[in-house]
């Protein structure tokens, strides 16, 4: 048996890691660092320019806060795996978000993420969302005559806003149990108050200090305003699901939905749980649900847009499975959508919703051959890895084919998928994340089995411009539609 190292050997191996002091960085200013050259809605791009002069492991400092930022695919591997015993989300971005009203199972840190994320994974569990599959068709159908009327007006699509409709009313379904059907409303949405909190919550949490907390700007205020609105919704969600409970009492030994399961998790004898979970989780899943997968879905329409042999192959894979009907059916139909799936990979790949990704240390540890003590912040770069031509052929072109079974000898898909992570990695990985890509499979069958892409473009008839506000998304994409005739 090898014996265990000894002091010496202990200290000689401290003497060779290096410490974040010493890592090179781009030259700051005193007080402020970086502050001045990091713009928030391009912070990673602008960091990601840092990384190909500094290397994997650099360091920046944001007045105060110095981060060790990680470019590193196999390091940033481990470091998602190893929460939340090591490392977890900043407690900055913990205590925004319960001050705002959704400290969820996203948000949370500790027992409190412990208690709750069993309960959120069920809800979005396979077996689940199978059995919630014929609502997930009814809502695609009524996505589908939204953009049939949009293309029998010649009318061009506001993309995002349009995704994020469809998301929010997905999510409603599923989690809560509601029928808020946004996609057939013409009123005030939900979603109208939904995308302003990500990108007001992101510019607190990348400000060099909380101003908001001594003076009240205009757009602090309106971000109030979108709040006050979400809680009346949150609130208006969990009185529709007591009132279920109590006229079917049934349900609280099989809870149909996350906002139930909560409801009965709460109201149990000896319960951890907190009203303020319930509203904090659904708070979560509504802004989780909406933005992440409506980002994903706008980047994959604008790439395809931009290459016809990749949207053909999708196109002809699409019709071939669903014959006459133009949206997908059966989940039997979504599992043979393989190359529409791959396509789906290989836009997370290239067009990473979260790029970004904030940890706080929680004891000393040590990330590659750096020293990294309790209480450091680091800033993994997503996208970095996942563009390495070391990992990835021609990193740069939209190849979906390789994300197919057999495509890169030497490769397997899932090598790349332990490369290219955009749900995240390790226990802490996305709950929503078989929900986003049946989603994503529907919206692109529905697509493309019902129109034909007249043109994805911007205002300015430029390239789709990145805006990061907690998550990454292209900036005004309009869309123009043909429908097909069909035949049955």
């Known amino acids: 048996m090898q014996s265990g190292p ?3 050997d202990t200290r000689a191996t401290a003497a060779r890691l290096r410490r974040i002091a010493d890592l090179p960085g781009p030259r700051g200013l005193p007080l402020l660092g970086n502050a001045l050259q990091v713009q928030s809605s391009r912070m990673h791009q602008i960091v990601e320019q840092w990384s190909r002069v500094h290397g994997e492991y650099f360091r920046i400092r944001i007045a105060s806060r110095e981060m060790l930022v990680v470019a590193n695919g196999e390091s940033i591997a481990a470091i998602l795996r190893d929460r939340p ?15 705002s009203g959704f400290g969820g199972v ?10 709750q994320r069993p309960m959120v994974m069920a809800s979005f569990d396979p077996a689940h969302i199978k059995s919630y599959f ?11 005559r939204r953009w049939q009327r949009a293309a029998r007006a010649g009318a061009a699509i506001d993309l995002q806003a349009d995704l994020m409709r469809y998301t929010v009313d ?23 108050h939904l995308d302003k909190v990500l990108p007001a919550l992101f510019k607190r949490l990348m400000a060099p200090f909380d101003y908001w907390r001594y ?26 699901a007591r009132d279920r409970i109590s006229a079917d009492p049934s349900l609280r030994e099989r809870p149909t939905n996350l906002i139930e399961a909560m409801i009965v998790a709460r109201d149990a004898a000896g319960s951890e749980l907190t009203d303020a979970d319930v509203s904090g989780n659904v708070f979560t899943m509504l802004l989780a649900g909406e933005d992440t997968t409506a980002n994903t879905l706008a980047w994959l329409i604008w790439l395809l847009a931009r290459h016809p042999e990749a949207a053909r192959r999708a196109r002809d894979e699409v019709r071939a499975a669903l014959g006459p009907a133009g ?22 790949r290239l067009k990473p919703v979260a790029p970004i990704i904030l940890q706080h240390t929680l004891r000393d540890t040590v990330v590659a051959d750096i020293d990294v003590p309790a209480g450091s912040l680091l800033m ?8 390495d031509a070391r990992q990835f052929p021609q990193p740069e072109a939209f190849k979906p084919e390789r994300w197919l079974a057999g495509a890169n000898p030497g490769q397997a898909a899932s090598s790349a998928k332990r490369v290219s992570m955009p749900f995240g990695a390790g226990p802490r990985i996305c709950p929503g994340r078989y929900l986003a890509l049946l989603e994503m499979k529907m919206v692109t069958g529905m697509l493309l089995g019902g129109f034909e892409i007249e043109s994805v473009s911007t205002e300015d008839g430029t390239d789709a411009r990145e805006h990061l506000a907690l998550t990454m998304a292209p900036v005004g994409l309009r869309l123009k539609l043909q429908a097909i005739a069909r035949q049955a």
Request: proline share 5%.
């Open 6 to 8: 000894s002091t010496s």
């Open 85 to 99: 015993d090591t490392f977890q989300r900043t407690p900055r971005l913990s205590a925004m978000a319960q001050a």
């Open 106 to 115: 996203f948000s949370s840190n500790g027992q409190a993420w412990r208690r």
């Open 134 to 144: 014929p609502t997930l068709v009814k809502v695609t159908e009524r996505f589908a």
């Open 170 to 192: 997905v999510t409603a379904g599923l989690a809560f149990g509601a029928d808020i059907n946004t996609l057939e409303s013409d009123r005030e949405v939900i979603q109208q």
């Open 215 to 240: 003076i009240r700007l205009p757009a602090d205020r309106a971000f109030d305003r979108h709040l006050t609105a979400l809680r009346a919704a949150v609130e208006g969600f969990i009185a529709q």
């Open 327 to 348: 949206v997908p059916q059966t989940l039997e139909q979504c599992s043979t959508l393989d190359y529409v799936e791959a396509c789906v990979h290989e836009t997370m």
């Open 380 to 387: 993994c770069l997503m996208r970095p890895p996942s563009v």
